[in-house]
């Protein structure tokens, strides 16, 4: 059975920085391109980041990029998503998600149930 199981969110204020992390078992991970989504009330799901090929391969939004850094430690099994300079519209349920690779980043095989991170002005 698949398992992402994310860690890491909760509350901070604007300027601050939050590290989430995201665990997999189940799978062969090396097999899988790794990403972040994050889903804001009234708002449909986006992609925030993504990793592949052990680090290689990154793709960040551009509302994200230069303040959000992945990263992936295949040794754990393990996604990393460090934000820095968090800005209140940050706030959302962000989820971790594993595509196969070859298959873009839009339609993952699996997701976690998310974390949440609330981002006070």
């Known amino acids: 059975q698949v398992q992402l199981v994310e860690a890491g969110g909760g509350l901070v204020q604007a300027g601050g920085s939050l590290r989430l992390s995201c665990t997999a078992s189940?799978?062969?991970?090396?097999?899988?391109?790794m990403a972040w989504f994050r889903q804001a009330p009234e708002k449909e799901r986006e992609i925030v980041a993504g990793i592949v090929d052990y680090g290689s391969n990154t793709y960040y939004s551009d509302s994200v990029k230069g303040r959000f850094t992945i990263s992936t430690d295949n040794a754990k099994k393990t996604v990393y998503l460090q934000m820095n300079s968090l800005k209140p519209e940050d706030t959302a349920v962000y989820y971790c998600a594993a595509t196969l690779r070859g298959n873009g980043w839009y339609a993952p095989q699996y997701w976690g149930k998310g974390t949440l991170v609330t981002v006070s002005s």
């Open positions: 189940g799978l062969t991970y090396s097999n899988y391109a």
